[in-house]
């Protein structure tokens, strides 16, 4: 159980660096940016990706951003590798807060 939360941090971790990402080439700054990798943070959780990227994917899509899967999928691995670091480095945060909140609602 232990290790499942952890994974479920790390991909929550991971979603909303990738939303700062995102939220940067789609031409959002500040807190329109910040609400775009919350959203990402909590509303695609998928250990698989896919959920993540088919969001990502649609969204550049309707902005004209011209970004391969490949470079996004590189990008997620770069983040995924970059949040499992901050696993130690980040407790009590919003990102704790986020995981509790997906798991209550996950166990309903």
Do not use: C, H, P
Request: aromatic share 2%; glycine share 10%.
């Amino acid at each position: 159980m232990a290790d499942l939360d952890e994974e479920l941090k790390t991909t929550i971790r991971r979603n909303q660096l990738l939303g700062m990402w995102a939220a940067e080439k789609l031409g959002l700054a500040g807190e329109e940016a910040g609400a775009y990798a919350r959203s990402l943070a909590v509303g695609t959780l998928d250990v698989e990706q896919s959920d993540v990227l088919a969001k990502i994917r649609k969204d550049f899509a309707n902005k004209g951003v011209i970004q391969s899967d490949d470079e996004i999928l590189r990008v997620m691995n770069e983040l995924t590798l970059r949040a499992s670091g901050q696993g130690q480095k980040t407790r009590g945060g919003a990102t704790d807060a986020a995981a509790v909140a997906l798991k209550r609602k996950l166990s309903r």
